[in-house]
């Protein structure tokens, strides 16, 4: 009888330890995997850019000391338990169309050029990486960026990120806030739309939501140009009624 008791508190104890894990399983500011109608998503992004929908996330590269290197870890990759089959895979690769490459933020305004020839390297294990540059992306021979799902169907996963300088080192790569567009993708399922991933290196947390909103709202020329637009149409509808 004791015994009996005894497996089914244990039973009943790992039960709610499932529980608990599977409840603090997704992390804030990681990028959230969905299956909706048969297409990947994701969720848990910041703003949408501007014009496109492009939705954005952000990281933020740091280091133990002055040097060459910048890295970050997050944002990572995860689902609710369920989300996947464990057969399933799930591959994040640059943005076949629309990426540039990296992307940097002066202070003023978004450009495809970064000042020193930094590099972002994306990095799954020592033989699958992927490196970004002002000119475009290169991949590894063996590079898949492939998540794993886990037994309860779930994923959580991080890759790493690392700036670099130019190939001549020091004094570390410049100050702002740099971006990379990847997008998911699954033999089982449609790919997701891209998505940005904006870094900041060095700058100040008020400099730094500038840029993401800089992506976020249209320019003024934008707006001038709607407004514009507006008055043309009222102008055309005037003219109708009379």
Request: cysteine-free; glycine content about 12%.
């Amino acid at each position: 009888m004791k015994s009996g008791f005894f497996k089914a508190a244990l039973v009943g104890l790992f039960a709610v330890w499932g529980q608990s894990a599977s409840a603090q399983h997704l992390h804030a500011g990681d990028i959230e995997l969905k299956v909706t109608s048969g297409a990947l998503g994701v969720e848990g992004y910041h703003e949408l850019e501007f014009g496109t929908g492009i939705p954005i996330f952000e990281g933020n590269l740091s280091t133990l000391a002055p040097g060459p290197r910048y890295v970050a870890t997050n944002p990572g990759f995860d689902s609710e338990p369920g989300t996947f089959q464990t057969t399933d895979i799930v591959y994040v690769r640059p943005a076949p169309v629309g990426g540039t490459g990296l992307d940097f933020w002066n202070g003023t305004g978004w450009q495809d050029a970064t000042p020193r020839n930094e590099r972002l390297i994306l990095t799954v294990s020592l033989l699958d990486t992927a490196t970004f540059d002002a000119t475009g992306f290169t991949q590894s021979a063996f590079f898949q960026g492939a998540l794993w799902p886990e037994p309860d169907g779930a994923i959580h996963q991080h890759f790493t990120f690392t700036l670099l300088d130019s190939p001549s080192g020091l004094p570390g790569p410049s100050t702002g806030a740099y971006r990379i567009l990847l997008q998911a993708s699954s033999p089982n399922y449609a790919p997701s739309t891209p998505f940005y991933i904006v870094f900041n290196r060095g700058l100040g947390d008020d400099d730094f939501e500038e840029a993401i909103h800089a992506m976020a709202v249209p320019e003024p020329g934008t707006y001038a140009m709607l407004g514009l637009g507006l008055g043309v149409i009222a102008m055309v509808a005037r003219r109708r009624k009379a």
